[in-house]
Structure formats: structure tokens, C-alpha cells
């Protein structure tokens, strides 16, 4: 059996699977082995010194328009064809790949990980694994890393240490999120260079800090009682990286930033023509809590409070109010993955007493028409107030401004929650109508769907990207957050997030998707272990041994293989 005791060429094998070229034939990439002092040698052995071929871990690439990527070698003199070779021993694909391994001529994906975060090293503390991990932006509380995470978690505690571990030790706590854990690790998430991005992210934070203009809402007698001093960011990209700062886990009310989401429980629910024989779909030009409907008798969209309380008598017909919100709950907590969603009593009660307006509005649209038949519509209006009391924190919001970006489905567990339907129904709607009076010019200096409420939240999302939940309490003359305003337009200063930033040949931003960008909708994705294994199988037959060197670090013996570049 071989052993693989010197990390050095595992290293750069690694490497070369991790670091994927453009899938462009000519487009050719070298990784160079470390050097050896292999003593007086001819030219011709010289010219066979170590070149380790770029690993074209996207050949077998997943989804119908993508292109296959073949990574050619010199083959060895005496080398045999996997094909040939697999045919001739009347084995399967999958049991070759399993005898290779077995032998310890193909190393597995956890054994790569490992030489990855080791750096040599024959132990790793687990401080240094979870460090790399968060460098990612993976959090080690992320549901997918739950089973890993028990599991290094019990080893621990069984090492004589309590802080390193080998390598058996180490594939065994990995070994069930190898997949996720490969791809973090390969850079191929939706923002590569994570921790570069919220470098710049914590720098516009701390610009719109400085910020000290606007009134903390006080109609509403609870919401006059936070802080204007609090201020916080929180994001979430569509595979479930993480990154937040300041007041995070400070839970406040979503307000007005629950009617998109009840808007798209309502459309998942019943389907787009039922929800709009009620409600419309332009922006009014009006104050958001104005006594007025269109020319058809209907709210003119969702996103203002005649076309909310319509939409929340839209939710559960026929179900009381105790069911309804239960409803609503889990559906929010489903897309914030099951973190913090609450209620605040208080604010309810507050609501209810302070909402005279409300019940004007809701009584117009009652002698309008404009409910289901056989609405309560003084019930409605509760079941309002009550989903306009529900709290959230930064960090769950930005999971579920994340739900939306990714269409419906939730990053960070994977659950489908929301139809596509209702989700483009739904940033359409934020896009045109979701930040009140500015929605118009929000629109064209930011060009992204949001949603903001009078508690000082903005719901930002990118769609394909992330979502992102900004939180600071002064608001300006129309109701929207003065910092939550000032981050979101230097964002979009910063980075080519605007919906027409993409055109060819427009504006040079940061693009913090350039590393992974389209090639992450045609790369790992959800490629399996199997899948993987497959592809290290396919190259290992041409490998070639061409000597045994003695390590410089130390006296163990490092087996050497070469793939050659064949000319074109």
C-alpha cells in the first residue's frame, strides 16, 4: 500500500482540484510542484521534473446548456485506458474508484481537505479548521453543519488533548458534509473572496454610522422607546454565507417589511390572478397610509396599508385569527431557517389603540367591497396589527430577504418555501412600491427591490446573491431608515448589484462574484461525493510514479506522480 505521509504533493494535488480554468480549451493553467533537488540529471529527466496538470474538477458538469471541459494528459508508456482497463477487470466505475482508493493510490475528499487545512502538519487544533471555516463564510451554526458539528464536537472530547486531531479523526467529524465543506472550501460559493467583500461591507457600516439625522418613529408609542443609536447589518447570500455587525441580535418589529412576505404567503397560497382581482399592482404616489383606492375600487398595490390589510384578509379564509398567525409564524420562521422569529405584545396592543386610521381605511374599503365575501373585517384588522408586531432580528431577517433572492428556496436548510411565482410577484412589487414615497427614486440611484417599515428596518434583496436586513430606528420626512438609506446607496456605489449594472460595457464596479460568477450556475453545485470520486478515478490511471525523494521535512518517504501537458 502507498502511504501518503508527506503532505507536499497531496498539497498540490488539492490545489489543482480546487483552482477550476474558464471552460476554454486553450485557456491552460500550471501549478508547479514544490521543488526538489533530484541531483545531475539529463535534460530529458530534467524536462520531466514535477508539473502537477490544473485538475478540471467541472469536466462533468451538471444542467443542460453546459459544456463539457476535457483536461487532457500525456499517457505513460505501458498506461491503460480506464475504460479499457475497468472492462477488462469487469468492474464498475464506482468499485474501481473504490479499490483505488482503498489502496491508497486516490486520495479521498476528506483526505484532501484535511492536507488543505493542515499545511503539513501531521494534527490540526480544531480552532484552525472552524477559523478556515468562517473565512468561507460558512457559520458553524449553519443547519447543513449540524451533524459535522456534533460529531467534532464529541471527538473532542475523547481526544487525550481535547484540541487537535489527525487525520482519521478529522475525515470522521467531515466526512458527512464533504460535499458542502468542498465547495466552501474551493471557493465556489456565489462571493469567492468572502472575507475581502464584508471588509467593505463593515466599512460602509461604519460611514452610515456617522449618520445622525432623522426621528425615531413615535406615533406608534412602543417604537419611540428604542435607541437611535442602534444601528446594525446583517446578510445572507444564497449559499448561506453569513456576515453581520452591530446591534445584530437586537429583536425589533418588521412593521411594513411584513407585507411583502405576507403578500407572498398569499400569492404561494391561492396563485397571482386570485390575489390581484383584489389588489393592484402600481404604486399610488400617495402617503402610504392615505384614505384612497384606485379607479377600479381596489387598493393600488400590496405594498401600501389599504392593499396590506386587504392581502391579510386573504390569508387562511375561514380560519380564526389563533390560526392564521400560527400559519403566518411558521411560514416566517420556515424562511428566516428556523431562527429567531417572535412576538411582541405590547406593540400589538400599542398598534391596535393607536390605529384610528387603520380602521378608517378598513371601513372605506368595507362599503367599497374591496373584501372577500364574508370578511370580518374588524378581525382583519387584529390579524394586521398582530403580523405588524411579529419580531425578527437582523440576522434572521437577512435569511429570509435570502429566501427571496434564491427563489423561494432557503439557503441555509435547503426547504423550498416559497413558489417562484410569488417570489418574482413579490421583488417586483418591492422594486416599484416597497419604499413608500422614495420608491421612485430608490429605485434609480439603488435598483433593487426593498421593502422598509417605520421601526427602522430596510429588507434588502440581490437577487441571486444575498439577502440583506439593515436596522437603525431615526427615520427621514418619509419614513425610511437615514443609515439603512445611506448603506444601501453606497452599496450599490461600491458594487454591481443595480438591476442595469450588468448591461455590456457599463460601469466598472467591484464585482464580488467575478472568481465564482457564472461559473459557480454551471460548477460544483450539486454534485455528489460519488460524482467527485468519478472524476479523481478518471485521471488516476495515468498517474506515473517517477521516484521516491526523501522529504526535507523529514525522514519519511513522499511518492511522486506526473501528468503532462499534451501539445495541441
Known amino acids: ?160 488533548d481535547g484540541v487537535t486531531l489527525d487525520r482519521h479523526l478529522f475525515k470522521k467529524c467531515v466526512q458527512s458534509n464533504i460535499v458542502l465543506l468542498t465547495q466552501a472550501f474551493r471557493k465556489k460559493f456565489v462571493i469567492p473572496d468572502f472575507q475581502s467583500f464584508t471588509s467593505h461591507i463593515d466599512e460602509l457600516y461604519e460611514s452610515a454610522k456617522c449618520l445622525s439625522d432623522g426621528q425615531v418613529a413615535d406615533y406608534i408609542p412602543q417604537l ?142 368595507k362599503e367599497k367591497k374591496c373584501f372577500p365575501e364574508g370578511t370580518d373585517m374588524t378581525s382583519v384588522l387584529d390579524f394586521y396589527f398582530q403580523l405588524c408586531s411579529i419580531e425578527v432580528t437582523c440576522e434572521s431577517a437577512s435569511v429570509m430577504a435570502a429566501t427571496l433572492a434564491n427563489g423561494g428556496i432557503c439557503p441555509i436548510t435547503g426547504e423550498r418555501v416559497l413558489s417562484p411565482e410569488a417570489v418574482r410577484n413579490t421583488l417586483s412589487l418591492m422594486h416599484s412600491c416597497g419604499m413608500y414615497d422614495f420608491s421612485g427614486q430608490f429605485a434609480f440611484h439603488v435598483g433593487l427591490p426593498a421593502k422598509s417599515g417605520v421601526s427602522g428596518g430596510i429588507l434588502l434583496v440581490v437577487p441571486n446573491v444575498m439577502g440583506i436586513m439593515c436596522w437603525s430606528p431615526p427615520l427621514d420626512k418619509l419614513g425610511n431608515s437615514v443609515r439603512g438609506i445611506q448603506f444601501c446607496t453606497d452599496l450599490v456605489d461600491l458594487f454591481n448589484f443595480h438591476n442595469y449594472d450588468n448591461l455590456r460595457h457599463f460601469a466598472k464596479k467591484h464585482d464580488p462574484r467575478r472568481e465564482g460568477g457564472d461559473q459557480r450556475q454551471h460548477g460544483f453545485g450539486p454534485m455528489d461525493y460519488e460524482s467527485l470520486q468519478q472524476e479523481l478515478a478518471l485521471k488516476a490511471p495515468l498517474w506515473k510514479k517517477v521516484s521516491p525523494t526523501e522529504s526535507h521535512q523529514d525522514s519519511s518517504t513522499t511518492v511522486v506522480y506526473r501528468m503532462d501537458k499534451v501539445s495541441e
Not at 502537477?52 to 499517457?75: E, I, M, N, W
Not at 479499490?99 to 483526505?111: F, H, Q, T, V, Y
Not at 383584489?278 to 375600487?297: A, H, M, Q, T, V
Open 1 to 160: 500500500m502507498l502511504h501518503f505521509r508527506s503532505s507536499g504533493v497531496l498539497k498540490d494535488l488539492f490545489a489543482a482540484t480546487l483552482k477550476r480554468p474558464l471552460p476554454v480549451s486553450s485557456q491552460k493553467s500550471w501549478l508547479p510542484t514544490r521543488r526538489r533537488d533530484l541531483g545531475t540529471t539529463s535534460a530529458d529527466a530534467r524536462a520531466a521534473q514535477l508539473k502537477v496538470l490544473h485538475a478540471a474538477a467541472d469536466s462533468r458538469r451538471f444542467g443542460p446548456h453546459t459544456q463539457h471541459f476535457r483536461s487532457y494528459c500525456a499517457k505513460v508508456e505501458g498506461a491503460v485506458e480506464p475504460e479499457e482497463q475497468q472492462k477488462k477487470d469487469g468492474v464498475s466505475p464506482a468499485e474501481s474508484t473504490d479499490k483505488r482508493r482503498n489502496a491508497g493510490i486516490l486520495p479521498s475528499l476528506e483526505d484532501l481537505l484535511f492536507y488543505t487545512v493542515a499545511e503539513g502538519q501531521e494534527k490540526i487544533p480544531a480552532h484552525k479548521f472552524l477559523t478556515a471555516l468562517k473565512a468561507t463564510g460558512l457559520n458553524t451554526a449553519d443547519p447543513r453543519l449540524k451533524e459535522c458539528m456534533e460529531t467534532l464536537k464529541e471527538t473532542l472530547k475523547k481526544t487525550p
Open 224 to 365: 419611540a422607546k428604542f435607541s437611535p443609536n442602534l444601528w446594525s447589518v446583517s446578510l445572507c447570500t444564497v449559499d448561506g454565507q453569513r456576515h453581520t455587525i452591530g446591534d445584530s441580535k437586537v429583536p425589533f418589529c418588521l412593521q411594513s417589511c411584513v407585507k411583502p412576505l405576507k403578500y407572498a404567503i398569499a400569492v404561494h397560497d391561492h396563485g397571482t390572478e386570485y390575489v390581484h382581482s383584489f389588489i393592484g399592482k402600481e404604486p399610488s404616489g400617495l402617503r402610504f397610509n392615505k384614505l384612497f383606492l384606485n379607479e377600479d375600487d381596489k387598493p393600488h398595490n400590496p405594498m401600501v396599508n389599504a392593499g396590506a390589510i386587504v392581502c391579510t384578509s386573504l390569508i387562511k379564509q375561514g380560519e380564526g385569527n389563533a390560526e392564521k398567525f400560527d400559519y403566518v409564524m411558521n411560514f416566517l420562521k420556515q424562511m428566516a431557517g428556523n431562527e429567531y422569529v417572535g412576538f411582541s405584545n405590547a406593540t400589538f396592543q400599542s398598534e391596535r389603540e393607536s390605529g384610528d386610521r387603520n380602521f378608517a381605511i378598513g371601513y372605506y374599503m
